[in-house]
């Protein structure tokens, strides 16, 4: 699994960093202005529209493959994923349709501040998006298809793939049009599930084109998929909530909000490959009925994960202010601009936190078959992240956005787990919040003798070398310290590393 999740992180992290080259670019040719706006809203109205079917679907078809290819065979399972494809597709184009015609009010739901040829311009951007998003919920079935079979690296390479063209497509909108920017979130939402059908070729799929609305296996995914169509409907509504706050309190506030959620996001890359590898084991056990190793495999995966984010969460809090700086501040991004993102970039790294626990507890439920418990979780989220949201934007700004966030999140994670605690027995949290303790002891001893690093290596070097021999100093007194304390055996994935460089 470690050495899974390692070369997924690696992909994913190649693919961010193409992110981040795109987010350059934007920052530094569009900055926080309108234009910078409706391309994040672009990009989210497609995104909510078919967030529904494409999480639902990947969260819930991997159960639904394993106990129909255990109870009926694998002939079975194969029929079932080639006819639920088909069945998606048919409702994926709908949806498209759906949206195109009713962009407007689509736009208008989600960025209520922006009128007159702001909202036009968003309104012709969202349109040109739909029409390439038919294929993701598609992909969203042939990812854990591929997952299933072993093969992660190739799904993982989508956003790569994604963030190369937008990359090519925002250089071509500065010396043509800014449409490009439209044309270029179409090409790329195409072109990124090309990765796909060659990950198919790979392990022999092959497809039947066939549909069977009364096949008794739709049914059944249906009833898994549905509370988590919920579920992710619920958290839309986070999203449509922050959006439309954001487009109200500031103009250009969706882009400030959306820079400092993309670094945020960098944290995700090692949440998602972990959960990713967790996510089958974990459902393999639970339909095994083995309570015992599903519950040390839970807090296992969890804190594999706290081991990198609990760090980073303290850096972005303490280094918020020259990270954005170093990667943003350029062209029409001005300092104004740098501060701005970075006080609300200091909030969002609380939610890394509650996301961390909850993504591993919640589809800890999925496997179980409970999936109403995550759903109505969610909605304590929402109602908790509007509530605070629309109160503390009144007196913060977009900061008091991003604490209704970083709050919510928290508290869902924590509630979450508790219902966990009820329905498959007494966890063994003691041992695990011991282990956090040190991790967040470790952390902070870290973080305060790299702030007094970068303090002084500041005063005779500029602010890009003098933060990257902080990066190198503190990961290596990190990791160092972990190894010592052996937190999560890390020891033993030392050794088994040193064993195969020996042999080789």
């Not at 929402?382 to 919510?408: C, D, F, H, M, Q």
Request: with cysteine.
């Amino acid at each position: 699994m470690k050495y899974t999740a390692l070369i997924l992180m690696l992909t994913s992290v190649i693919s961010r960093i193409f992110g981040f080259i795109r987010e350059i670019l934007m920052s530094n040719y569009y900055g926080t202005s309108q234009i910078a706006d409706v391309v994040v809203i672009a990009l989210a109205v497609p995104t909510v529209i078919f967030a529904f079917l494409f999480s639902s679907l990947n969260t819930s078809f991997i159960p639904a493959y394993n106990n129909i290819k255990i109870n009926s065979g694998s002939n079975e399972a194969e029929r079932f994923t080639s006819n639920l494809s088909n069945v998606v597709m048919v409702i994926s184009i709908a949806l498209c349709l759906l949206g195109i015609l009713f962009a407007e009010p689509l736009v208008f739901a989600m960025a209520s501040g922006f009128s007159g040829e702001k909202f036009e311009i968003t309104v012709n951007f969202v349109r040109i998006a739909f029409i390439g998003c038919t294929f993701n919920s598609i992909a969203a079935i042939f990812s854990g298809y591929l997952n299933i079979k072993g093969s992660y690296v190739l799904p993982s390479l989508r956003l790569g793939v994604q963030n190369v063209i937008l990359i090519i497509f925002t250089l071509l909108s500065v010396r043509t049009n800014v449409y490009m920017l439209a044309i270029g979130i179409l090409v790329s939402t195409i072109f990124q599930n090309i990765v796909i059908v060659l990950g198919l070729k790979k392990v022999g799929y092959r497809h039947r084109y066939t549909i069977d609305i009364g096949d008794k296996n739709i049914k059944y995914i249906i009833i898994l998929a549905l509370p988590m169509m919920l579920g992710v409907a619920v958290d839309q509504i986070n999203m449509f909530v922050d959006k439309t706050l954001a487009s109200r309190v500031i103009d250009g506030g969706v882009s400030i909000l959306n820079y400092a959620d993309r670094i945020n996001a960098l944290v995700y890359i090692v949440v998602t490959s972990i959960v990713t590898v967790a996510y089958p084991a974990i459902s393999k056990y639970a339909i095994e009925k083995n309570d015992i190793e599903l519950k040390k495999s839970v807090f296992k995966y969890i804190q594999i994960i706290l081991i990198f984010c609990m760090p980073v969460i303290a850096a972005f809090i303490v280094f918020a202010e020259p990270i954005v700086e170093i990667i943003y501040e350029r062209g029409v991004f001005s300092h104004s601009d740098t501060l701005k993102v970075a006080a609300c970039l200091m909030v969002y790294s609380l939610t890394i936190f509650g996301v961390s626990i909850r993504e591993i507890v919640s589809r800890t439920f999925y496997s179980l078959g409970d999936s109403r418990t995550p759903v109505k979780n969610g909605m304590i989220m929402v109602i908790v992240n509007s509530g605070l949201s629309i109160i503390l934007s009144k007196y913060l700004g977009l900061v008091g956005i991003a604490y209704g966030t970083a709050i919510s999140s928290i508290l869902g994670s924590f509630i979450l787990t508790y219902l966990l605690r009820k329905k498959i027995g007494k966890l063994n949290i003691k041992n695990f919040a011991k282990n956090t303790m040190i991790i967040a002891g470790i952390s902070t001893l870290m973080i305060a003798l790299s702030k007094l690093l970068y303090n002084w290596t500041k005063m005779s070097l500029d602010t890009e070398k003098s933060f990257f021999i902080t990066v190198v100093f503190g990961m290596t007194i990190y990791f160092a310290l972990i190894i010592l304390f052996n937190i999560s055996n890390s020891r033993s994935l030392v050794y088994k590393i040193i064993g195969k460089i020996g042999k080789k």
